[in-house]
Antibody, heavy 122, light 109 residues
Framework: EVQLVESGGGLEQPGRSLRLSCAAS????????MNWVRQLPGKGLEWVAG????????GYADSVRGRFTISRDNARHLLYLQMNSLRREDTALYYC???????????????WGQGTAVTVSS | SYELTQPPSVSVSPGQTARITCSGD??????VYWYQQKPGQAPVMVMY???ERPSGIPDRFSGSGSGTIVTLTISGVQAEDEADYYC????????????FGGGTKLTVL
């Protein structure tokens, strides 16, 4: 079964850091691009970051560029999101999502995890 | 920043046709993808490359485009189709970026 399972969310203070992880199974992880997408409470979806199968192409939303870093470990089938300098407006449910091809931006996202919740508050 | 515009809500009766639009200046040159999200669940892709259905998506879902507007059409709407629908495309102002529309709440009356 193709599956993505996020972890690492929780409550953190503004200015601090969190690292999210996404464990992939049931498919050849190193063949596909991956994305992080978040959903603020009661709001719509917001793309956060994406990277290609070999990390050769990486993109970030303007709202997180310079603070968040996406990375992957193909040997361990893991996707990461390092979140630094957290802000209250980063409070959201964070999903990892598999791209249809090795390019994270090509042909959409066909598999999603159930999300991990991040709350930024003092 | 680049935006994809969707109507906040669409309402139809069971068996009718629902049309959800997504507009953006760059859409004539970019593919659009559609996702369905039911309460408490993760999104599910229901259309890719404007008008192609992933496996397992009923054929009552279809997609089309005309200029700067792309439309997701659900024919013979069923109660189970009630959900939020989001369009997604490449961000015209952010190299390597992606963007989602604001979402449309489909209500089945």
């Amino acid at each position: 079964e193709v599956q993505l399972v996020e972890s690492g969310g929780g409550l953190e203070q503004p200015g601090r850091s969190l690292r999210l992880s996404c464990a992939a199974s049931g498919f050849n992880f190193d063949d596909y691009g991956m994305n992080w997408v978040r959903q603020l409470p009661g709001k719509g979806l917001e793309w956060v970051a994406g990277l290609n199968w070999n990390s050769g192409s990486i993109g970030y939303a303007d709202s997180v560029r310079g603070r968040f870093t996406i990375s992957r470990d193909n040997a361990r089938h893991l996707l990461y999101l390092q979140m630094n300098s957290l802000r209250r407006e980063d409070t959201a449910l964070y999903y990892c999502a598999k791209a249809v091809t090795g390019d994270y931006s090509e042909y959409g996202m066909d598999v999603w995890g159930q999300g991990t919740a991040v709350t930024v508050s003092s | 920043s680049y935006e994809l515009t969707q109507p906040p809500s669409v309402s139809v009766s069971p068996g009718q046709t629902a049309r959800i639009t997504c507009s953006g200046d760059a859409l004539p040159k970019q593919y659009v993808y559609w996702y369905q999200q039911k309460p408490g669940q993760a999104p599910v892709m229901v259309m890719y490359k404007d008008n192609e259905r992933p496996s397992g998506i009923p054929d009552r879902f279809s997609g089309s485009g005309s200029g700067t507007i792309v439309t997701l059409t659900i024919s013979g709407v069923q109660a189970e189709d009630e959900a939020d629908y989001y369009c997604q495309s490449a961000d015209n102002t952010n190299t390597f970026g992606l963007v989602f529309g604001g979402g449309t709440k489909l209500t089945v009356l």
